[in-house]
Antibody, heavy 118, light 110 residues
Framework: EVQLVESGGGLVQPGGSLRLSCAASGLTFSTYWMHWVRQAPGKGLVWVSRINSDGSSTNYADSVKGRFTISRDNAKNTLYLQMNSLRAEDTAVYYC???????????WGRGTLVTVSS | QSALTQPASVSGSPGQSITISCTGTSSDVGGYNHVSWFQQHPGKAPKLMIYDVTNRPSEISNRFSGSKSGNTASLTISGLQAEDEADYYCSSYTTSGTWVFGGGTKLTVL
């Protein structure tokens, strides 16, 4: 079965760090660009970051630039999001998505919830 | 990176057609034919409905169609069905090499 499964979410204090993972199965992970998208409780979707197929190129939303780092391990079929200096406004469900073509977000995981609170 | 502008809500009766607009700028919607639309039911992951303005994944019903004029993209759903009731989001690639989503539109099937 082709799927993406996020993990690593949880409760963290403001200023803390967390690393999210997105495990891919049933697909040739190393050939796809991958993205992270988040959704605060009761709010809309917000694009966070993307990485190209070999990990040599990345982009970030202004709101996370300098605090979050996207990376991947193609040997482990896994995408990561290292989140540092977390703020309350980073509280959200974080989704990973496969994007074979610029706007073709054709496969999504179920998401993992990150809660930033003291 | 301001969010694209969508109406907060739209509604229609079964069998009718509705259109959801998505307004951006020349730096995103108007700059490329790289607009996509997503459907999201409560508690579920988003589902791609339209990509590259007008293209529909093979598994998506032809009741869903997309278009664009200038800085505004649109999603039209014809022959409304109860299961179409959901939140809908547009997204666009931008000249900054990033992506931006709309604020979302809640579709109610009366």
């Amino acid at each position: 079965e082709v799927q993406l499964v996020e993990s690593g979410g949880g409760l963290v204090q403001p200023g803390g760090s967390l690393r999210l993972s997105c495990a891919a199965s049933g697909l040739t992970f190393s050939t796809y660009w991958m993205h992270w998208v988040r959704q605060a409780p009761g709010k809309g979707l917000v694009w966070v970051s993307r990485i190209n197929s070999d990990g040599s190129s990345t982009n970030y939303a202004d709101s996370v630039k300098g605090r979050f780092t996207i990376s991947r391990d193609n040997a482990k079929n896994t995408l990561y999001l290292q989140m540092n200096s977390l703020r309350a406004e980073d509280t959200a469900v974080y989704y990973c998505a496969r994007v074979p073509k610029t706007t073709l977000f054709d496969l999504w995981g179920r998401g993992t919830l990150v809660t930033v609170s003291s | 990176q301001s969010a694209l502008t969508q109406p907060a809500s739209v509604s229609g009766s079964p069998g009718q057609s509705i259109t959801i607009s998505c307004t951006g700028t020349s730096s995103d919607v108007g700059g490329y034919n790289h607009v996509s639309w997503f459907q999201q039911h409560p508690g579920k992951a988003p589902k791609l409905m339209i990509y590259d303005v007008t293209n529909r994944p093979s598994e998506i019903s032809n009741r869903f169609s997309g278009s664009k004029s200038g800085n505004t993209a649109s999603l039209t759903i014809s022959g409304l069905q109860a299961e179409d009731e959901a939140d809908y989001y547009c997204s666009s690639y931008t000249t900054s090499g990033t992506w931006v989503f709309g604020g979302g539109t809640k579709l109610t099937v009366l």
